[in-house]
Every structure is written in structure tokens, then in C-alpha cells.
């Protein structure tokens, strides 16, 4: 296409767009109405494709057979090629100087070490247009502990038939090597029954975790279910769950065979029974139907496209990911934090759970104290500082409990009198000194009793997050 590229014997984007055929386009616009394929996801195409290059895997429906400029490849050279070596030789964008590990770090919450997953994500073994390979450096890029890729078992027969071993054996070792939690997962579906008695109207679909074996899991759904549970051990949890209970969830929950919801599912935008709510799309409805029936919560991507395309890093924003609270650091952990439902939902930059989780995270996160500044004739300027010790921003809303009047948060201008609610945003990782006025007539040594509203902690539409907190006076 371009000269450069030829130099630089990679295949830009725009060549390689060229070979995509006309029913991908019209996915794109379908999936992505507002797409931004631009020069934003530019890299992570070419990642794609560089990654999908380096395979040799049979290709079923995959794009490698349609890529005009892998016909035009001299044929493969005896010994490993350079195209398999980590990091892929990609040369554009940021990526010439290697990817970096959002580092997104938290205290010890309740006891627990807070584990970072996706749940729910796909690759060219069922449905999606990516590498295995990519979505485990995608994963490890975004600062996750835990990667759970859930491709439809139905592909089995079309997409990669040779290769029985599917996408978990595929990147189980450069999971490893890259110290990344890879949980053996599939999305199944009701919609593939063979009995039409029992075809449900409306169909759902469930991430079901830590399976064995994917061959027994698509065709008629009881017997998918009774697989998964049963057979298997493994976990379900109901995907993009529409508006209302559907029957066969019911009875998944009814039997205690569901562990989860998905209450944020970024690649169904605003479709599939989501409710606006909060600035962003989402299930609030089914945070409900969690805390209501001990249900663990889960924000996923599910993404078909690079994970760019879905989330825009450029802007600082994260792509959504399930907070587990765990005891252990391996799958054993991640099992038992998801069955005793110690799991928070992290999107939009908000956090979404039961309110003891929330709380117990707050209090982890939010560490206060007064410290003095200087000392005026009639007033004594202090600062309430307050340090955020998680990589998650936070919104906080400071409300003094003493109305005498003793005791206020500057409104600027000492003269001006003050104020008894503050709201401050506190960066990831961060202290903020916030300015306040004591009387001289106010017993310097008595704490700061504090009332904290944590607006983007929720565990309802209307229910943000409250605590107390004293803050001690320290000179
Ligand atoms: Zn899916």
C-alpha cells in the first residue's frame, strides 16, 4: 500500500482492510454504530493481524485465507519465524516501545487481595475477529489478574475443527509466562436446543467458568446445563440479561445452579434490555436481582473486535472489569471468591456491588487525617487530607457533623463564611489536602467526625455508598 509499509515488510491497516469481506463491514456498523475504527485502533488491528500472521493453525472461517497480502508472503523459511516472537513487530502508534501494564493497584480489602478478570470475551474460535494470543496481551496490558475466554462452543465444527484443543490450551503457557490467571471458560446458549418442545422463546445465553471439557456443551440446553453443573463443576453466570427474568434463568437460579449476572456487558452498547442510568448503559436492574438473590455481580466486555475499539484508552478510560476479593492468587481463589459472592463490578469509573463489599473497599481506600497549616487571630487553618490508596478515582462527598459553626471547609476566601459538605474527585493513587477553617474556640484535639458519600461506590441506582470516618488532628 504505502512505501512504508513495504520497508517495513508489515501489513498496514489499510491493506489489510481491503481483504475484509463485505459481511464483516456490515458487522462492524452493526456492532459498532458510532465505530471508531480510526488511527485510534489503528495498532491494535495491525497487532491483530501481525499476531494472526505468526499462527499456523488450520483456518476455518478465519481472516488470514482472505488477506490479500498473506498470498503475497514469500513462503515461510525453515525455523521459528520473527512474526511469533513477543512483542510482535509492530511499528506504529506507541507500540514500537513495547506495551505497558496498566499497574491498577489496591490495598487489602477485608482480608482478601483484590483480583482484577474478565469474564467474558471471545476470539476467532467461535465468533470474534482476534487472536487468542491478543486478547492475552490485551488482558495483561489493561492491569487484569484473571482472563476467561468464553467462545461459543457451537464453532467447535467451523471455526478451527482441527484444533479440539481450543483457544484455552492455545495461550495457556503465555498466559503463564505473563503471570496471567487463565480460567478454561465458554458462552452457551438456549437457543440451540434440537427439541423444539423445549426451544424457549426468547433465548439467553451463560459464561460458564471453569469447565473441563467443550465438545458436550452446545445442543440441547438442559443437558448443557446439567454438563456444566454436574458434570463438570464448573460456574454459570447469565450474560446480557434483557429486562425481565427468562424461565430458564429462574430455574437455574432455583436449582442453585447460577453464580452470577452480568451487570455491565460493554459490547451490547444499548441493546439487549440495558437502561441508561448514571452516564453510561448498563444492567442496574440486575444489581438488584444480585444483592436480592446473593448473586455475584460481574462487568464484562465481551468483546468480538480488539478491545480498543470498545473502550478508548486514549481518554484514559478502563475497560470494564469484575473485582474479585480473594484469598488466594490462582484459580482456586478466583473459584471460591465467585461462589461466595465476593465480587465488585468496575465500569464507567464506577463500582458497583453489595454495600459490604463497597464499604469494606472504602475503608480500605480512603485513609483521613487534619493536619494544621497555619494559625490566623481568630481562625486555625487546617487541612483534611485524605489519600486515596486505590488506582480507582474516586468521588467523595465530605459532610462535617458539627453545626456550631466551629468548624468548616474553606469556601475560598477566608472572610466568606464556609461550607459543611464538600464534594472532591480523588485521583487513583493519590493524597489531596482539603482546606478547612477551625475557630479558635474549638478544642484543637477533638477528632473530625465525618460523614463520607462515596457517589460513584452504588449498590442501587439511589443508593451511593455512605460511611463515617474520623479523622484524627495531627500537628
Ligand atoms: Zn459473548
Avoid at 489493561?142 to 484443543?165: C, N, W
Avoid at 463515617?468 to 488532628?473: E, P, T
Amino acid at each position: 500500500m504505502t512505501s512504508e509499509c513495504q520497508a517495513k515488510s508489515v501489513v498496514c491497516y489499510a491493506e489489510w482492510a481491503q481483504g475484509v469481506p463485505e459481511e464483516w463491514g456490515r458487522s462492524t456498523s452493526s456492532m459498532f454504530p458510532n465505530s471508531k475504527l480510526t488511527t485510534r485502533a489503528f495498532p491494535v488491528v495491525l497487532l491483530v493481524v501481525l499476531a494472526g500472521l505468526g499462527q499456523t493453525a488450520t483456518v476455518g472461517q478465519a481472516p488470514q485465507s482472505k488477506d490479500p497480502a498473506s498470498q503475497q508472503r514469500p513462503p515461510a523459511s525453515p525455523g521459528p519465524s520473527p512474526a511469533l516472537e513477543w512483542p510482535y513487530r509492530v511499528f506504529y502508534l506507541g507500540y514500537e516501545n513495547g506495551l505497558k501494564r496498566d499497574r491498577i493497584t489496591f490495598p487489602e480489602v477485608a482480608g482478601y487481595q483484590v483480583l482484577k478478570g474478565e469474564f467474558h470475551i471471545h476470539t476467532l474460535y467461535s465468533d470474534a475477529q482476534v487472536t487468542p494470543e491478543v486478547r492475552v496481551y490485551e488482558a495483561w496490558r489493561d492491569g487484569l489478574d484473571v482472563l476467561a475466554i468464553t467462545d461459543h462452543p457451537e464453532y467447535l465444527k467451523t471455526a478451527f475443527p482441527d484444533d479440539r484443543e481450543r483457544a484455552y490450551e492455545r495461550v495457556k503457557q503465555l498466559a503463564a509466562q505473563l503471570d496471567l490467571l487463565l480460567i478454561h471458560s465458554v458462552e452457551v446458549t438456549t437457543a440451540s436446543t434440537s427439541s423444539a418442545s423445549l426451544r424457549p422463546a426468547r433465548n439467553s445465553d451463560y459464561t460458564a467458568h471453569f469447565i473441563t471439557d467443550e465438545a458436550p456443551l452446545s445442543g440441547d440446553y438442559p443437558s448443557v446445563f446439567n454438563s456444566v453443573s454436574e458434570q463438570q463443576r464448573g460456574l454459570l453466570v447469565w450474560a446480557h440479561p434483557h429486562t425481565d427474568w427468562v424461565p430458564e434463568a429462574r430455574e437455574l437460579l432455583k436449582s442453585g445452579r447460577l453464580d452470577g449476572i452480568e451487570v455491565k456487558n460493554t459490547q451490547v452498547g444499548n441493546r439487549l434490555g440495558t437502561q441508561f442510568s448514571l452516564g453510561t448503559w448498563f444492567y442496574p436492574q440486575a444489581v438488584d436481582w444480585c444483592l436480592k438473590n446473593n448473586l455475584a455481580v460481574f462487568a464484562v466486555s465481551d468483546a468480538h473486535w480488539p478491545i480498543d475499539l470498545l473502550v478508548d484508552r486514549s481518554k484514559g478510560e478502563r475497560r470494564p472489569m469484575t473485582l474479585l476479593l480473594a484469598t488466594r492468587r490462582d484459580p482456586q481463589g478466583v473459584y471460591e471468591a465467585i461462589k461466595q459472592r465476593r465480587t465488585l463490578a468496575y465500569f464507567n469509573e464506577m463500582v458497583w456491588a453489595s454495600e459490604p463489599w463497597l464499604k469494606a473497599l472504602a475503608e480500605a481506600a480512603l485513609h483521613l487525617r487534619a493536619v494544621a497549616a497555619a494559625d490566623r487571630s481568630e481562625f486555625a487553618m487546617r487541612y483534611l487530607s485524605v489519600e486515596n490508596r486505590t488506582s480507582i478515582p474516586l468521588e467523595v462527598q465530605f459532610s462535617l457533623d458539627e453545626s456550631d459553626g466551629s468548624i468548616s471547609f474553606n469556601a475560598g476566601l477566608s472572610s466568606l463564611p464556609g461550607t459543611l459538605s464538600r464534594t472532591m474527585k480523588l485521583g487513583g493513587d493519590s493524597t489531596t489536602l482539603v482546606p478547612l477553617t477551625l475557630r479558635k474556640t474549638r478544642d484543637s484535639n477533638k477528632p473530625l467526625e465525618i460523614q463520607l458519600t462515596v457517589t460513584n461506590f452504588r449498590s442501587g441506582v439511589d443508593r451511593p455508598l455512605r460511611l463515617r470516618k474520623v479523622a484524627k488532628l495531627v500537628d
